[in-house]
C-alpha cells in the first residue's frame, strides 16, 4: 500500500528533552510538509521541503529542526527550545497534478510532554 | 494567501445533501479553491478542488461563484462517515512553488441519523 507512514502514534516525553518524530512515505513525492495542530484549531505549517536536502521554514518554525537527506523521509525534531510543544504533529507529501499539489496527510503523531 | 471566512459548524440529516459554504472576497485571480476534511483523530484528506468551473468528483462537488469570492461545497448525500471538520483553502501556484496549506478553523459538520 502506498500511503504516509508517522511513528509512533503516541509520544511522551519530559520537559527538556528533546524528541523526533518519524514521517516516511513510500508515494515517490517531491514535497513534504510539517504542520501542528492545537485542540479545536487549524493546522499551521511547520516546515516544508520540495527536494531532498533542501527545506524551508513555515509559519512556526522556532524550537523546532528537520533534515531531508532522502526522499522517503522528513523527520521532525522538536527541541527543549518549542515553548509548547504539546500537540497533534502530522506529516504530509505532494505532487504536482493537474496544475496543482494535493497534499496526502499521515495519520499523526501526538506529542504529550510534561 | 488570501483568507477564508467558513461557518464554524452545521448541522444536517443522514441521507440528505449538505451544502457547506465557504466566502473569499479577496481571492485573486490566480488563486484555486481547495477544501480538504479531517476526521476525528485523522489527518486531513483532499475533498476537491478549482478554479473558475463547477468541479465533480466522487466525493462531491464544488460550486464556485462567477464573481470567485464565494464557493459551496456540495455533499449530495450526506452519511455518518461524513461527519468531520470541513476545510476551503485559497493557493496560489503562480510562483511555481509546493508551499503549504494555510488552514483556518473550518467547518464542523455535525450529521443526525
Known amino acids: 500500500d502506498g500511503g504516509i507512514t508517522q511513528s509512533p502514534k503516541y509520544l511522551f516525553r519530559k520537559e527538556g528533552q528533546n524528541v523526533t518524530l518519524s514521517c516516511e512515505q513510500n508515494l515517490n513525492h517531491d514535497a513534504m510538509y510539517w504542520y501542528r495542530q492545537d485542540p479545536g484549531q487549524g493546522l499551521r505549517l511547520i516546515y516544508y521541503s520540495q527536494i531532498v536536502n533542501d527545506f524551508q521554514k513555515g509559519d512556526i518554525a522556532e524550537g523546532y529542526s528537520v533534515s531531508r537527506e532522502k526522499k522517503e523521509s522528513f523527520p521532525l525534531t522538536v527541541t527543549s527550545a518549542q515553548k509548547n510543544p504539546t500537540a497533534f504533529y502530522l506529516c504530509?507529501?505532494?505532487?504536482?497534478?493537474?496544475?496543482?499539489?494535493?497534499?496526502?496527510f499521515g495519520p499523526g503523531t501526538r506529542l504529550t510532554v510534561t | 494567501d488570501a483568507k477564508t471566512t467558513q461557518p464554524n459548524s452545521m448541522e444536517s440529516n443522514e441521507e440528505e445533501p449538505v451544502h457547506l459554504p465557504c466566502n473569499h472576497s479577496?481571492?485573486?485571480?490566480?488563486?484555486?479553491i481547495h477544501w480538504y476534511r479531517q476526521l476525528p483523530s485523522q489527518g486531513p484528506e483532499y475533498v476537491i478542488h478549482g478554479l473558475t468551473s463547477n468541479v465533480n468528483n466522487r466525493m462531491a462537488s464544488l460550486a464556485i461563484a462567477e464573481d470567485r469570492k464565494s464557493s459551496t461545497l456540495i455533499l449530495h448525500r450526506a452519511t455518518l462517515r461524513d461527519a468531520a471538520v470541513y476545510y476551503c483553502?485559497?493557493?496560489?501556484?503562480?510562483?511555481?512553488?509546493?508551499?503549504?496549506?494555510?488552514f483556518g478553523k473550518g467547518t464542523h459538520l455535525i450529521i443526525q441519523p
Open positions: 504530509a507529501s505532494s505532487i504536482r497534478a493537474s496544475g496543482v499539489y494535493e497534499q496526502y
Open positions: 483553502i485559497l493557493c496560489d501556484y503562480s510562483g511555481g512553488g509546493a508551499d503549504g496549506l494555510t
Open positions: 479577496t481571492i485573486s485571480g490566480t488563486d484555486y
